[in-house]
């Protein structure tokens, strides 16, 4: 069966994972991650929260699928939350695919990798958002993350400076909860339920 996988193109492997649970992991994921945002939004707490279903949909069904969950997300997120949502779906997308080739390679099985993961979640989200943060929307987030970037701003740091430190005191917070929460989700899935990906991620 390894053998057989091996030989498949890396489309034929993308496809593959698109089963029929997988499709309908899609919108859980996004209904997940919609609530995190407005629960955050009305709250306008210094943290996200949206992609605790993308991550779970890593986990569960690889990091295309992931992908997918993600951009789909911000998409609904622009058109019924916060416009500033759109161009963050790279980002969103990034995380699915991080988290699903990590927890793919293991990265769930033992504490140390699991910290390793969340790690280069918040490493990519870091990465990823900034230039969005700073070139589209002048610094501006729409979150309760603003609070921070401006009271850095205030201290005479520059924009980028500013956007970077509120970064680096948001999400590793997050990331903690959204891999934490989406792990804990996963294991109160029945086994007869999980995709093929799971197990590989589990046992």
Do not use: C
Request: proline share 4%.
């Amino acid at each position: 069966m390894s053998s057989v996988k091996e030989q498949m193109s890396f489309f034929e492997r993308v496809k593959a994972d698109f089963t029929t649970v997988a499709w309908v992991l899609i919108p859980i994921a996004i209904a997940i991650n919609l609530v995190g945002r407005f629960i955050i939004q009305v709250l306008n707490l210094p943290l996200f929260l949206d992609t605790i279903g993308t991550v779970l949909v890593a986990f569960l069904a690889g990091p295309w699928v992931a992908a997918l969950a993600g951009l789909l997300t911000n998409l609904v997120i622009g058109l019924t939350l916060n416009a500033t949502s759109f161009p963050f779906a790279i980002v969103n997308a990034a995380i699915g695919i991080v988290a699903g080739l990590l927890a793919g390679h293991g990265y769930l099985k033992t504490l140390p990798k699991a910290v390793v993961l969340t790690l280069a979640l918040t490493v990519t989200t870091i990465v990823t958002a900034t230039p969005i943060v700073v070139l589209v929307f002048g610094g501006v987030q729409g979150t309760g993350a603003d609070f921070i970037t401006g009271f850095i701003t205030a201290t005479g740091r520059g924009l980028v400076e500013s956007v970077m430190g509120s970064q680096l005191a948001v999400q590793p917070l997050d990331k903690v909860i959204t891999v934490f929460v989406a792990y804990a989700l996963v294991k109160g899935v029945p086994d007869r339920y999980r995709p093929a990906f799971a197990g590989r991620v589990l046992e």
